[in-house]
């Protein structure tokens, strides 16, 4: 079998890609090894850049039918009490809205329904767009992609195979890259479960030895990610669902009766945090995207957006290449180019906020809790985390924004122009540099 781009991995990452190539004429191969939808809860939160990303793609208006929007993030501080209402300490909230651009909220959308919508818009080019359904890519047999489907084995050949396989990938294999994994001192349990119809806001809610993330979902689900030490899980399931149900109730009194809605175990999924970043992205005429080049730390909700922005990169930069007539393979240093910093960027916020709720003790929350608010007291520092989290733009924080959140210098009173915003945004030069450099 012959096609241009062979993707292997039909998750997020891949339709993205496969979907965007099919749409600008090029004929893709996609290999998925599931049959139906998987069980596995994955990334729920799409972030603005992702959203603008999808509104290029034509899907908007579906995705926003079937999410729930999150126009701020809450930070709450508590104390927790023995089957008592806790008592707040501190209540933060970050607003998207902060940011200079229309895209001024994120979007809670079950991940299996983004990718149903990606899918449906690849198979609506059905000239460019082959989707091979429990189709496992086994690796290369003399440089062409040896697919099982079944019981058949498929060639496929290509002039690009990318690699959208997440964690495990056969492609990454292949080019020989460096991956250093970063492990972390605990683990999450995930599970969705009932929300009250108003309980409509994202948040955050800690106390110095307690951490519960609560992000609603639409038909009035929230799904819930609660922190434990690494190694724990298996005292805690002995311990029972009343253990949670207590945990959840005295956290979150809202939610003390949809927590009851956990009736087994086998709901709740255990989610071991791990970081790594590949060397490099590319090798030859093999590229790779999406988790298979990198993992985040969930703390700060990237992992499935920065596979939908590699894609929208890597797709744009293919397209370009066929409508223009060049070779891809000379130019894939673009997409590790654009990618690359910009990844390694968010690895290390995410990081960093994930350090922030990794320590047990009174001392760290107190700190914790000055940081946190003074993100909102310095509206520079307001601006610049949302605008890097949101994924629209790149704003480093510096030596004295630092020093601002840690308290060593006081808060500052200034308003942070729209204008001087516009420096920090990604622009389409920015995003898809080589229709600029590459002229004529
Ligand atoms: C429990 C959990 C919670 C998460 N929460 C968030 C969150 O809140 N926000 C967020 O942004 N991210 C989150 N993430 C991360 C996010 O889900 C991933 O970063 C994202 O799904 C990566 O997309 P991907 O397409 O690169 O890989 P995947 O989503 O892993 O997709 C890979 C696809 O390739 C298929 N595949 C694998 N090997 C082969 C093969 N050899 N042949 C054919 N097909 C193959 C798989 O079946 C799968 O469909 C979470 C992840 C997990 C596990």
């Given at each position: 079998m012959k096609t241009e781009v062979f993707v292997a991995g039909g998750g997020v990452g891949g339709l993205m890609l496969a979907a965007k190539l099919a749409s600008r004429g090029v004929h893709v191969t996609i290999a998925e090894q599931l049959t139906k939808e998987s069980p596995v809860y994955k990334g729920e939160l799409l972030q603005p850049k992702t959203l603008a990303i999808l509104e290029d793609l034509g899907v908007i208006d579906e995705i926003e039918a079937c999410g729930h929007v999150l126009d701020q993030l809450r930070f709450q501080e508590i104390h927790r009490r023995p089957h008592q209402t806790p008592v707040e300490i501190n209540l933060t909230e970050l607003d998207y809205?902060?940011?200079?651009?229309?895209?001024?909220h994120s979007l809670m959308v079950p991940h299996e329904k983004t990718k149903a919508i990606l899918r449906n818009k690849g198979k609506s080019y059905e000239e460019y767009f082959h989707y091979l359904k429990?189709?496992?890519?086994l690796g290369f047999e003399n440089g062409v992609a040896k697919v099982k489907q079944g019981k058949e084995i498929i060639y496929v050949e290509a002039q690009v195979y990318v690699g959208a396989?997440?964690?495990?990938s056969p492609t990454r294999d292949a080019m020989n890259v460096k991956v250093e994994r970063t492990d972390y001192n605990h683990h999450f349990l995930t599970v969705t479960i009932p929300r009250p119809e108003d309980f409509t806001k994202g948040k955050i809610i800690t106390t110095s030895t307690c951490f519960l993330g609560l992000f609603p979902l639409p038909d009035n689900e929230v799904r819930t990610v609660f922190l434990i030490k690494a190694g724990e899980y298996k005292t805690i399931k002995e311990k029972g669902l009343e253990y949670l149900y207590q945990a959840y109730g005295e956290l979150e009194p809202e939610l003390a009766d949809g927590v009851?809605?956990?009736?087994?175990?086998?709901t709740v999924q255990l989610m071991i945090p791990f970081t790594y970043h590949v060397?490099?992205?590319?090798a030859g005429n093999l590229a790779i995207i999406g988790d298979a080049a990198h993992t985040v730390h969930p703390m700060a909700g990237e992992g499935m957006n920065l596979a939908v922005q590699d894609a929208d990169v890597l797709g744009e930069l293919l397209a370009w290449c066929k409508e223009e007539g060049k070779p891809y393979e000379q130019y894939l240093h673009y997409y590790e180019d654009v990618r690359k910093p910009r990844v390694s960027f968010l690895l290390n916020l995410s990081h960093l906020s994930a350090l922030v709720y990794s320590f047990r003790f009174e001392l760290w929350r107190k700190f914790r809790t000055k940081a946190v608010q003074r993100i909102y007291d310095d509206d520079q520092l307001h601006v610049k985390q949302m605008l890097n989290i949101a994924g629209l733009g790149r704003w480093d924080f510096s030596l004295i924004d630092r020093a601002i959140q840690g308290s060593m210098l006081p808060a500052r009173r200034k308003k942070v122009s729209d204008r001087k915003q516009q420096k920090y945004l990604f622009s389409e030069r920015d995003d898809y540099p080589w229709r600029y450099e590459e002229k004529g």
């Open positions: 809205g902060r940011v200079a651009s229309r895209y001024d429990g189709a496992r890519f396989e997440g964690r495990s009851k809605a956990i009736t087994d175990w086998k060397d490099h992205y590319y």
